[in-house]
């Protein structure tokens, strides 16, 4: 750890046992170097260990977690911080951190182990390997002892070690055959498409239906996830077919999710889930892929409703990356700690500490009207507003949330609602200020492709939407900075990861297809050529790096890793999106964009490939649905012809840009470009030109344009709109 670090440990009231040190010190992931003081005789993933555990002849404890896990410090504090336990792991076993982040490849083998064998998962992930790194014994967190029913994690590695001893050829012969099962498990399957048809996208709602609560919104029980995935389809799934209950179930769960505690109603910003179901108290931790696919999902919202609260939200959270979240070259910070230290006790860490508020606190400074208002909208109660608070950690606290409506804020206090704007925005702006002299969550500060991959498209988006310049140099401000730190031009290979310098560890297949998707919509943003062109670079090196020939679909890995021992698919669109659902949709467009049919051919594999679980379970892979959207109603081809920045051209842009237009493709025939500027679609582009000098759109499908159109009124009634809303 390095000075600066060790002072910011200190000072977020972190403690160690003694003044010991291990290799992670060495290290760059910030989850590697919060336990690079643990008495625990730490390793990193990789060779130096694995021959520690060969030529010693014992099991290894691997480790994996990341640096704003609650549950990982917990665990850290309770047992990695422990002499006593520190000194049982040293003595038996081989000790590996891992942070999940950066090696999401180790990170999926051992998951699928403990997801097999316990049923669940989750992070800190334990799980005990042979020296030959085949698994035999996993879990999540265990308590330092046995409680809750649980075995404490001193008894399970007394078990383990003397089980080590006394029975190893069973160990050895129980981890041969979990290395089996996982390898059937997660075999590609053989070539066995089902033909999809339009009934999928029904079927799909119907499960939808069936989990959607119809009280708080969302999908699914407590706690609840956003899962962005889901309600794109379902907007796309509106907008085709006009099925109001659709629409209405992602409404209501978006401005559900907007008015909750799992939203930061002060800074902007989703926390990572809500524990109850009333999205009300969140687990405090912000990571930044779900800022950025919440930001989609909300501009699309916006787009086809116009309720301010959509934009709102969606603003906010993009201000609240580029307050919090936004590195010196543009990159993208990772995710804030759910915990923070205690205002006024030294040495003591909360979950959430830096965001709830006792009473007076909330209301400080407010003036006595401004703070009557205040509390009443955001749900302020004397004792505390948190019902559902089973560890006691939230005791005489609030946690804000949009307890009433402005308009019902209004009529309570016999207020102008222009003036409730003006007053909880005034009052958001001093609490606010008031807060971020409290000490800070723990920042991740790494920089991965992937998430600003994702992060790139949300402001390309938002560029798109509002026409905030700040919104497009943030997404060209970023995608520079991957092709400077992160980017081989000689070989066209990414990394994964950037900090402190150091840019690290070989791309996987979601670092090219989110960052693929992220260029993509810069183009249609700033129509920067060149975004388009490193999109297909990319791509073919994704195809070389990732592509299953035989079976179709990408895996995870390239399986230049002879450590990584499965080769694995994804096939569920969670948290993040699939790789593969992410993949099918940009070889879509960049087929309708470029008319090269290869990328058809590529997509159609991919779909096929997952046609058996998108048949039987289609709510699985949403985002894959989306795809086959594409693929079955192709989409607007719009071709925009003018100068850049030129008034006519910009009215024509706000045409297209008010509009929820799902799957379209925008290209721009630049005037004043020379031959071969738009290389990449120049199909498509050929005989576009401004008519008699003016703005001229193509209107286009399947490669047939309509009449051109210089008149940006005709041009907003020849989009229309999808549905009325």
Known sequence: MDKDQGKERRREGVTHAGDHANRLLHEKSPYLLQHAHNPVDWYPWGEEAFAKARREDKPIFLSVGYSTCHWCHVMEHESFENDRVAGMLNAHFVCIKVDREERPDVDRVYMAYVQATTGSGGWPMSIWLTPDLKPFFGGTYFPPEDKWGRSGFMSVLRHIADAWEADRERILSLADDSLKRLRQATAPAPAAAMPLESQVFDLALKQARNSYDPRYGGFGGAPKFPRPSLPDFLLRYYAHTGNEEALAMTLHTLRAMAAGGMYDQLGGGFHRYSVDERWHVPHFEKMLYDQAQLVCTYLDAFQLTREPVFARTAKETLGYVLRDLTGPEGQFFSAEDADSPVPGQVGVRGEGAFYVWEKDEALQSLGEESAAVFSY?????????????????????????????????????????????????????????????????????????????????????????????????????????????????????????????????????????????????????????????????????????????????????????????????????????????????????????????????????????????????????????????????????????????????????????????????????????GPGANAPCAPLLKGRTAFDGKATLYICEDFTCRVPITDPEQAAEALGSPRPV
């Open 377 to 673: 909208h955001y749900g302020v109660a004397e004792d505390g507003n948190v019902r559902n608070d089973p560890q006691g950690e939230f005791t005489g606290k609030n946690i804000l949330y949009a307890a009433h409506g402005v308009e019902e804020t209004a009529d309570a206090f016999d207020l102008a609602p222009e003036r409730v704007e003006r007053m909880l925005r005034d009052a958001r702006v001093t609490r606010l200020k008031a807060r971020s002299g409290r000490p800070r969550p723990h920042r991740d500060d790494k920089a991965i492709t992937a998430w600003n991959g994702l992060m790139i498209s949300a402001f390309a988006r938002a560029f798109q939407v509002f026409g905030d310049e700040t919104a497009l140099h943030a997404a060209n401000r970023a995608a520079d900075f991957i092709r400077r730190r992160l980017y081989d031009e000689t070989t066209g290979t990414l990394r994964r990861r950037y900090r402190d310098g150091e840019a690290a560890i070989d791309g996987y297949a979601d670092d090219y297809a989110y960052l693929i998707r992220g260029l993509l919509d810069l183009y249609e943003a700033g129509f920067d050529v060149r975004r388009l062109e490193w999109a297909t670079v990319l791509q073919a090196r994704q195809d070389e790096l990732f592509l299953d020939t035989e079976h179709g679909g990408y895996f995870n890995t390239s399986g230049a890793d002879p450590a990584v021992l499965l080769r694995i698919k994804d096939d569920y669109d969670g948290a993040e999106p699939s790789v593969n659902s992410v993949a099918a949709h940009n070889l879509l467009r960049l087929f309708w964009m470029t008319e090269n049919e290869e990328y058809a051919r590529r997509a159609e594999s991919v779909l096929a490939a997952f046609s058996p679980i998108i048949t039987r379970a289609p709510q699985a892979m949403p985002s894959m649905l989306v795809a086959l959207g594409l693929q079955m109603n192709p989409p607007k081809q719009i071709v925009l012809a003018g100068t850049p920045g030129a008034a006519d051209t910009l009215a024509m842009l706000r045409a297209v840009h008010a509009r929820f237009i799902p799957g379209k493709v925008l290209l721009f025939a630049d005037a004043t470009d």
